[in-house]
């Protein structure tokens, strides 16, 4: 029995806007998995998760539960699984990014085209439930302005909050209070200070709850050690704690793609250790997960609603939500904490340099300082007298408050959600204003381009292509022919590129590829061509051997 579970079950069909405070592992993204006779009564609903991994695990998940009734929607596809381009399917599962440009009427699957649909795609988009999973986990994947980026998400889910059309729901274990704007449901004992009527909060907590039972002795089971780490000396210390764990199954979490590749090389001559990081093909990322070894060095991306489960963390210092995350791998299920005993080591050096693009640099401060402080954490459940994760969340508020305002002193993203929402503009009108003011993505820090890795799908932000093609001259781009199924390519110059306008360089690309082939639109606008994307340069190829597997990645 989880009683935040089931009290989510008897308020849902009654609030139009609710947040769920749950801890990670508690079972809050697979709720409708077991809850379908409510999700029948609810009616049409988009679920919409961080990261694309997420997705396609998740509509594994639920296609077995719901069958025909689901459908998923992203830039990456699933084999045999059935995507639907207007999110039309009654339960959908898409990412942040593909959710939001539907809701503003810009299709996903249509965006290079001369005409959109987008009456169909902000239709069903406003007329859905929408469920938002730990929506500012989207940020912070391959960024240059990780506090602008952070800025923006904010600004864009209140908008989607204050135009939503039926139920707004977020599913969170690390939201910030600030960012909290409905009614909320909180697994929390009464008296904790996190809790806060006059926000609208509602505690649930009963200590007969199987999580709550379990993991009420978290802090016996898990220690938290603060490791200060002499500079060029980060490599030697993850060989120790490694050298003390020696079978055990260790999770090794560092801020940037650089570290993880240099880390993993290092430990590779002395431990069967692999590395993933956001750079990894789609396909690769699932072979590895499939093969999970007992050694892994990853970025954030293992951070959110992947189910796997650790012993022992090695991570860099990081913001407190993101740190909670993390430590949501360690002896992740029932049966993990009451089986063995865990650690988590958070290394600290030059924490200026360790989150710098990546995470704010004030919030991570003050993570340290209030990690400093406590003697131990449980990071997995809110406590009556010690600290928790729901305490670390409260102590960094002060912090977001400073993001909050940034946000609200940036007028371009809420001017442009509004001429989006009242005023009719061309496709080509609105691939230019994206264009201009936020280097094609009013959510990130930059459009992610689509790249081509043996064959294999992966994404790379903006700035890092402009590197890859700068350096190689020239790139390959790949497309299907429709009609015949063929995949041809056409070559693409450093000079075909225009500098800060990444949306415009793709529909350049393809009117000439258009042109080339004497392809014309119908009159819906379909092209009869299929981008797949930039096929990588092999001197820009890593690869990794997991078994008899290969895995595939761009270089960092």
């Known amino acids: 029995m989880r009683v935040g579970l089931e009290r989510l079950k008897e308020i849902l069909p009654k609030e139009e806007n609710l947040t769920a405070i749950l801890p990670t592992g508690y079972g809050k993204t697979r709720f409708f998995k077991q809850n379908k006779d409510l999700l029948k009564n609810l009616g049409k609903t988009i679920h919409a998760l961080p990261l694309q991994a997420i997705v396609s695990d998740f509509y594994q998940d639920m296609k077995g539960v719901l069958g025909d009734d689901v459908g998923y929607q992203m830039a990456l596809s699933i084999p045999d699984a059935d995507k639907r381009p207007y999110l039309s399917r009654k339960y959908m599962i898409t990412t942040i990014d593909s959710f939001l440009l539907d809701f503003y009427g810009i299709p996903v699957h249509e965006i290079f085209r001369s005409k959109w649909h987008s009456d169909l795609a902000l239709l069903f988009a406003r007329t859905s439930n929408i469920i938002l999973d730990e929506y500012h986990l989207v940020t912070a994947v391959d960024v240059d302005d990780a506090d602008r980026e952070f800025a923006k998400v904010i600004s864009v889910v209140e908008d989607i909050r204050k135009s939503s059309l039926k139920k707004f729901i977020i599913f969170t274990a690390t939201l910030p209070r600030q960012l909290i704007k409905t009614k909320s449901l909180v697994l929390a004992p009464d008296g904790h200070p996190f809790l806060d009527s006059s926000r609208g909060m509602e505690a649930v907590w009963d200590p007969n709850d199987d999580f709550i039972s379990v993991f009420s002795d978290y802090t016996n089971r898990v220690k938290t050690f603060i490791d200060k780490v002499e500079k060029g000396k980060k490599i030697k210390k993850i060989k120790d704690i490694l050298r003390d764990n020696k079978g055990r199954k260790i999770l090794i979490i560092l801020n940037h793609i650089r570290d993880v590749e240099k880390v993993a090389t290092e430990l590779k001559a002395e431990t069967n250790c692999y590395f993933v990081h956001g750079l990894f093909t789609y396909e690769s990322k699932q072979r590895l997960v499939n093969k999970l070894p007992n050694c892994l060095v990853a970025t954030q991306v293992i951070e959110a609603g992947v189910n796997l489960s650790f012993d022992i963390l090695i991570t860099d210092i990081a913001p407190a939500f993101s740190l909670i995350q993390r430590a949501g791998r360690i002896l992740r299920g029932v049966n993990d904490i009451t089986s063995k005993n865990g650690e988590i080591h958070i290394l600290v050096d030059n924490v200026e340099e360790q989150v710098k693009g990546v995470y704010d640099l004030g919030i991570t401060k003050k993570t340290l300082e209030l990690l400093e402080k406590a003697s131990n954490i449980n990071w997995r459940l809110p406590e009556k007298e010690r600290m928790d994760y729901l305490r670390l969340i409260m102590g960094i508020e002060q912090e977001i408050e400073s993001v909050i305002k940034h946000s609200e002193s940036d007028p371009n993203v809420k001017n442009f959600l509004t001429l989006l929402s009242n005023i009719i503009l061309s496709p080509q009108k609105i691939i230019g204003n994206l264009d201009e003011l936020f280097h094609g993505s009013f959510i990130r820090s930059s459009s992610l381009i689509p790249m081509v890795v ?102 960092g």
């Open 454 to 555: 043996r064959g294999e799908t992966a994404s790379v932000s903006w700035e890092r292509f402009l590197k890859i093609i700068k350096e190689a001259k020239e790139l390959q781009f790949s497309y299907l022919l429709l009609d015949t199924n063929t995949e041809r390519t056409v070559k693409v110059t450093a000079e075909d590129i225009i500098d800060k306008r990444p949306l415009t360089t793709m529909l350049r690309i393809l009117r000439r590829i258009r042109r080339e082939e004497k392809v014309d639109e119908d009159s819906s606008g379909f092209i009869k061509i299929a981008p797949k994307g930039f096929i990588c340069p092999d001197s820009f190829i890593g690869e990794e051997n997991i078994g008899e597997d290969k895995l595939y990645y761009i270089k």
